[in-house]
């Protein structure tokens, strides 16, 4: 089976449910934009390259499903302003990650551009949104190899380890991954020892979607938790890098992404492992000058003092048909539950794109303009 988060054909939106994940596959239709920004605001879909893609291609089958005629779409105008307002508002739907607002500042700015009628606006609306479908998958094959062909610059021809966080795989993009695009090409290359995931507390994409990834993919791994990392990298040499994601990569390379990276990279610094952030060039932004100016989400309390799952049978089996949430944490107690963090440029030794890979300068400084 291959692990699609997104499944597309024209006219038709499937997510695979990832709050039901890892113990059921369910795929919901997504028809609207209002559809899309639900399924982003719970995590139905998450990840920063799938939710620009899902938001992306909601509306493009919204925009298909229009009747004839419809007055949103009925002149060349109507057709830009109802395509520009449904993206600013998708747009709100979590702020963190650059590649939602960047995919539809794009997609305005095509639309504003092209002439010819109305059903020329919406088709060349609809063509964009389906190629970064496409174009995102072949990204992360890239960011694969070139993440590879740094290791083997850095560590040699040796295998190594590799620890990450958060789920960056073919669940938050449209397939392959960034991060965990990177363990499969270095796993494929016959380069890696292990992989470790950290469980990544409160939502823990990592026990529940990268576990659940490299299990499908039969790759060697073990789960630890969150406050495991410091001792692991101290009594496990062989893990030469920690490799993130991005949700938002600033100019001068300070890098966003999920909650705990911070710490990560820290971490990593301090027992001198490299720390490599994988990340497609649509993460970067430019506009951004640094990691202070980044907007980072916060998110419900409740995401932190509860769990959700499926019930264990007295005879330790899972109960699928049984689902329930627990309180886990002190009633009463408050609540900081901020999604991600930044790790600073100074604490990260490179960002590996589909373009090719960054390094500092001999002034520590990463010049990511030559990317664009
Ligand atoms: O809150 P999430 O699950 O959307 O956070 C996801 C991350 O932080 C990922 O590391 C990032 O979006 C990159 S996914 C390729």
Not at 91 to 96: G, K
Not at 340 to 349: N, R, V
Request: glycine share 6%; with cysteine.
């Amino acid at each position: 089976m291959v692990l699609e988060a997104i499944k597309y054909t024209s006219g038709d939106l499937q997510i695979l449910d990832q709050l039901r994940l890892p113990h059921e596959s369910v795929y919901i239709s997504v028809r609207t934009s209002e559809d899309a920004y639900h399924a982003i605001k719970t995590m139905t879909v998450r990840g920063a390259p799938a939710i620009a893609i899902v938001a992306a291609l909601a509306l493009a089958v919204e925009l298909l499903e229009l009747p004839e005629g419809d007055p949103s779409t009925a002149s060349t105008e109507a057709a830009r302003s109802f395509i520009a307002d449904k993206l600013h508002y998708l747009v709100t739907s979590r702020p963190t990650a650059v590649n939602l607002s960047d995919a539809a500042r794009k997609l305005e700015k095509l639309v504003a551009e092209t002439e010819g009628g109305s059903k020329a606006v919406v088709d060349a609306y609809v063509k964009a949104a389906e190629r970064m479908l496409i174009d995102d998958v072949s990204d992360n094959k890239n960011i694969g190899e070139n993440g590879v062909a740094w290791a083997r610059q850095s560590f040699g021809s040796d295998k190594f380890s590799i620890l990450t966080i958060c789920n960056t795989g073919s669940l938050a993009t449209a397939g392959y991954g960034t991060a965990l695009g990177i363990i499969r090409s270095v796993h494929a290359n016959n380069l890696l020892e292990h992989a470790y995931a950290l469980e990544t507390r409160p939502y823990n994409q990592g026990s529940r979607l990268t576990a659940y990834e490299l299990v499908h993919d039969n790759i060697p791994a073990t789960l630890i938790t969150d406050s495991m990392a410091s001792i692991l990298l101290k009594t496990h040499p062989e893990i030469k890098m920690v490799v993130v994601g991005a949700d938002r990569v600033a100019r001068n390379g300070d890098t966003a992404n999920k909650i705990g990276t911070y710490q990560l990279a820290i971490t990593a610094k301090f027992h001198g492992v490299k720390v490599v952030v994988a990340a497609p060039t649509t993460s970067i932004d430019l506009l951004t000058a640094s990691g202070d100016d980044i907007v980072i989400e916060q998110r419900k309390p409740e995401e932190m003092v509860t769990m959700r799952g499926p019930v264990v049978d007295a005879d330790g089996s899972v109960n699928k048909n049984e689902v329930k949430t627990v309180h886990i944490a002190a009633p009463g107690i408050g609540v900081w539950n901020p999604a991600f963090d930044f790790a600073p440029a100074s604490l990260i030794d490179a960002i590996v794109t589909e373009k090719g890979v960054a390094e500092k300068d001999a002034d520590g400084k990463f010049h990511l303009d030559k990317f664009f």
